[in-house]
């Protein structure tokens, strides 16, 4: 029993992953589900993630991890279970003052999206990138999702 649940685990892992699969696609246009793989990037690396403007009934969802990338940029490391189209990312607010920025995360889902039911409880990595006013500096990164 063991092994088939890790299979499973595997295969959907694989799904989410794979070169060329890019998540919920709308007319052209990703939504915030999985980017495609860069070239060479390791199968265990979190998955891209953009703010989605159709994405509706926005929630805060905290993060685990900020980071501090070229100049202004801002990477924010943070997991979601269930399907994608119902775990999305909608919107990133960013509150800045010269001792804190504060950052939250808001998720929601598709509109028509069936979120009711079983959902899979396998825990997906995302990241997404935010641009600061100013470069990061020594100031202190704040969740501002409630905890």
Do not use: K
Request: charged share 20%; with cysteine; hydrophobic share 35%.
């Amino acid at each position: 029993m063991r092994t088939l649940r890790l299979s499973v685990a595997l295969v959907l892992l694989a799904a989410c992953g794979a070169p060329g699969g890019t998540g919920i696609e709308h007319g052209g246009v990703v939504s915030s589900g999985p980017l495609p793989r860069p070239t060479g990037a390791p199968a265990t690396a979190p998955n891209e993630a953009r703010p989605d403007t159709r994405i509706v009934e926005l929630r805060p969802r905290r993060w685990s991890r900020a980071e501090a990338g070229a100049g202004r940029e801002l990477r924010l490391h943070y997991s979601v279970t269930g399907h994608p189209e119902c775990q999305a990312l909608g919107r990133v607010d960013v509150l800045e003052t010269a001792g804190t920025v504060t950052v939250t995360l808001l998720v929601g889902h598709l509109p028509g999206a069936a979120c009711d039911g079983p959902q899979p409880q396998l825990a997906a990595p995302f990241t997404t990138v935010v641009t600061l006013r100013e470069p990061l500096g020594h100031r202190q990164v704040v969740d501002g999702a409630p905890s």
